[in-house]
């Protein structure tokens, strides 16, 4: 291990929502950092005025939070930073390493039309890289980097190894805009220098500005960070992530009603793998992350897989973190908040209704038993299996209870010795039972209900059924 402390960021450009893919970058950054005792910063690339708005800082920061990404420190605005991007902007072209250009975009158009028309490689190379300053005339200029004309310019990445451009494929980029405002890539390279930033991890998108980039740091004689550029996320038909593919954004998936660790551990699996483990807690994802683990093709989004992963983690929630996340689940749809009566019901039912549920909705769905209030009204599916015969057997079965313990091992006695005695299957009481109980088919198991319920009111749900005649 070296010395350096271990600092990451995540610099998300807030011109809208927090999409999934930005969500791992985060959660990449994230992980290597905490789990090497490091900090994880938040940079807000908000240079871009036009298209940044606080609306999607607001968003991004909500899906940070959602996803429980703490950051080290205040966000920084890198707008605000602009001033000394202009200064290191200054110190480049007092080093020689950069230079004023006076070419309009009029000029530079016709550039790249005639090399077009030429067949040559369209880069512009401004007249201005070597002109005599004494020549300069009083207009608006750009500041343009001099990139090298030789030679290769190459980048170690952690994850696509050696990475080279030759030199001249890689143009004059600008630093600083006509206006004295910094382009992206100045200001990432002074903001990263700046934070102490010692590994860059994000999409394998940015791989080419990381070449770019070395440059600048070259020019400032600063050492350059770690690079690793992730592969991309790809939809479930192996194609790029496009608006196609529905659910891009991190809270999209809150509003399917997946938890926060059921995405942590999904995020993870979204291009990383720890040997054949599928499904692990964020403790041991912070314990496990490191840059041998991540491949080189980009990843698929598999929603059964996902489903997986959630079943894992619901099983083994904390029911009062379950609850925050329920809350939260029905803010992002819109639902109303539950009233104290039914969050109390609803968390008293959770030790069974969280068995086998994916998502959020799965839990509601089968806690209704313990949420809804009497006389249930049967929906469909469980109206289908209330007839006057098993109505009749229901009746029966009351009897029975009537002097049972109700708790799940003496009901399933209870239960196995009517059926034996009326010599019916377990399923054709089952059934029915659970219609009544619940108004559903897809409920706990009906012992789990009656022992939650208690004699008294699953009684009462059985003569009300009997009362109805179905
Ligand atoms: N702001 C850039 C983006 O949102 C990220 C740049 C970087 O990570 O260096 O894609």
Redesign the pocket.
């Known amino acids: 291990m070296s010395d350096t402390p271990v600092v990451t960021?995540?610099?998300?450009?807030p011109?809208g929502f927090l999409h999934i893919g930005?969500a791992r970058?985060a959660f990449f950054n994230w992980l290597y950092a905490r789990g090497r005792g490091g900090r994880f910063m938040l940079r807000i690339?908000d240079t871009d005025r036009a298209r940044s708005t606080p609306e999607a800082t607001d968003a991004i920061l909500d899906g940070l939070a959602w996803l429980g990404l703490d950051w080290d420190g205040e966000p920084i605005s890198q707008f605000e930073r602009a001033s000394r991007h202009a200064e290191v902007a200054k110190t480049m072209l007092e080093n020689g390493t950069a230079y004023r250009c006076y070419s309009t975009p009029e000029e530079i158009e016709t550039f790249r039309e005639t090399a077009r028309r030429e067949g040559q490689a369209a880069l512009f190379q401004s007249p201005w890289r070597d002109a005599n300053p004494a020549t300069a005339p009083d207009a608006p200029c750009v500041v343009r980097l001099k990139a090298p004309q030789t030679g290769v310019i190459r980048v170690n990445d952690k994850i696509r190894k050696k990475v080279e451009w030759r030199a001249g494929t890689l143009d004059d980029l600008v630093l600083l805009r006509s206006d004295g405002t910094p382009t992206?890539m100045l200001a990432?390279v002074v903001d990263?220098h700046d934070m102490g930033v010692s590994h860059?991890i994000?999409?394998d998108?940015?791989l080419i500005?990381a070449g770019r980039?070395s440059l600048i740091y070259r020019a400032m004689d600063w050492a350059l960070p770690v690079f690793a550029h992730i592969p991309l996320i790809h939809g479930e038909d192996g194609k790029k992530l496009s608006k196609r593919h529905g659910a891009l954004g991190i809270m999209d998936y809150l509003a399917m009603g997946y938890t926060a660790a059921t995405m942590r551990n999904y995020l993870a699996r979204l291009g990383w793998s720890h040997g054949n483990d599928e499904l692990f807690t964020t403790e041991q994802a912070k314990d496990w992350f490191d840059f041998p683990g991540i491949g080189k093709a980009p990843a698929r989004l598999d929603f059964k897989k996902l489903d997986n992963v959630g079943l894992f983690h619901i099983a083994r929630s904390d029911d009062a973190e379950l609850m925050e996340e329920i809350a939260a689940y029905l803010v992002q749809i819109k639902e109303p908040a539950l009233d104290a009566e039914t969050a109390a019901k609803l968390q008293a039912a959770l030790p069974i209704a969280k068995n086998g549920a994916r998502k959020l909705p799965d839990i509601l769905e089968k806690a209704y038993f313990a949420t809804g209030t009497r006389p249930f009204e049967a929906d469909e599916k469980a109206a289908e299996k209330l007839n006057s015969v098993s109505v009749r057997v229901l009746n029966e079965l009351t009897a029975a209870l009537q002097h049972a313990n109700f708790n799940k091992e003496d009901l399933e006695a209870v239960v196995a010795d009517f059926a034996a005695q009326k010599g019916i299957k377990l399923g054709q009481i089952a059934q029915p039972l659970r219609a009544v109980l619940s108004g559903r088919s897809v409920a706990p198991s009906v012992f789990d209900m009656m022992a939650h319920l208690g004699q008294e009111e699953s009684i009462a749900r059985l003569n009300d059924a009997v009362t109805r005649g179905r």
């Open positions: 960021r995540f610099a998300p450009s011109t930005g970058t690339e992206y990432a990263d860059v994000r999409g998108d940015h500005n980039q």
